[in-house]
């Protein structure tokens, strides 16, 4: 999967996010990140966690895991490029 076509998929999603499992949804995208870096370097904001580069996560994550992320909220920060939670 491309950048772009990752773009478009978060872009139509359809679904409304469930805010009432907001914590589950965290740490389900943590895990899936997880599960194929041990050392990941998270960073957290005010309101967000960062995760691993959109680039870099591309690489290893397959379609069912970036469709799990997005289903979970997960997104690109565009200053960053990083997978990001708000």
Not at 41 to 50: K, N, P, T, W
Not at 51 to 56: F, N, P
Request: net charge negative; aromatic share 8%.
């Amino acid at each position: 999967m491309t950048i772009k076509q990752l773009r478009k998929l978060i872009a139509e999603k359809s679904e409304k996010f469930d805010l009432t499992h907001h914590k589950q949804a965290i740490l389900r995208g943590l895990l899936i990140f997880a599960k194929h870096d041990d050392d990941m370097a998270l960073e957290f904001g005010h309101d967000v966690i960062y995760a691993d580069s959109i680039e870099g996560s591309l690489e290893y994550l397959s379609d069912e895991d970036i469709h799990e992320l997005i289903k979970l909220n997960w997104h690109i920060d565009e200053n960053s490029e990083c997978w990001c939670h708000h």
